[in-house]
């Protein structure tokens, strides 16, 4: 499965992943498509979406483009065999 396919087939699941299922995909999409988080963390402190989705991301600096797309699939995949059962 390629990191296209991968973005494609996660939107088959049957249920929605919870939150610190969406994070994971979320950081892991981001750094696999843009690299390391190198932006601010949302000013509002109150934002907890947004701060939560920046950490995530941000946890994963030094982490290569190609290790986040590999990550990202091999997750995928679990997600569906799980969705599975």
Not at 14 to 35: E, R, T, V
Not at 56 to 68: N, S, V
Request: glycine share 4%; charged share 30%.
């Amino acid at each position: 499965m390629t990191f296209e396919e991968a973005q494609d087939k996660v939107k088959t699941l049957s249920s929605k992943p919870d939150n610190d299922q969406l994070l994971k995909l979320y950081a892991l999409y981001k750094q696999g498509s843009s690299g390391d988080n190198l932006g601010a963390a949302p000013e509002n402190a109150f934002d907890f979406v947004a701060k939560a989705k920046h950490e995530a991301w941000a946890a994963l600096r030094g982490k290569t483009m190609e290790d986040a797309q590999n990550e990202y699939i091999s997750y995928v995949e679990t997600l569906l065999s799980e969705d599975q059962s």
